[in-house]
DNA sequence: ACCTTGACCTTGG
DNA sequence: CCCAAGGCCAAGG
């Protein structure tokens, strides 16, 4: 968990991992319930990392706060299809 | 100790 | 592309 937060911390402005490529990255010995386990890591800890860097396999932004999730993407920079969707291509940060 | 919930993913219609 | 089903496992009641 302490390593997902780092995984987290280490994403840079305008660019975006999914919650399974965060959960892949840290590997099971940490993230032993997948993607499910660094969502709920993330809302245990709330604003102490940049948790709007993370978003779905699908490319849209966390369920809950999408609005600010999508807004502070666009303020960083990271690159939109469609007006919602993140531009997985290119904002993906590489496994 | 059991049951429910949940910032999810993948696969198959 | 949209929907349903199954799997995953930590936390909280």
Request: proline share 6%; glycine share 10%.
């Amino acid at each position: 968990m302490e390593a997902v937060l780092d995984v987290v911390e280490a994403i840079p402005a305008g660019r975006v991992m999914t919650y399974g490529d965060v959960a892949t990255v840290v590997g099971r010995r940490l993230a032993r319930g997948g993607p499910r386990q660094v969502g709920t890591a993330l809302r245990e800890v709330g604003a102490a990392v940049p948790w709007w860097r993370v978003v779905r396999s699908s490319g849209l932004p966390a369920v809950h706060k999408e609005e600010t999730a999508s807004a502070l993407l666009r303020v960083e920079g990271c690159p939109f299809v469609d007006g919602e969707r993140v531009d997985m291509r290119r904002a993906r940060l590489a496994p």
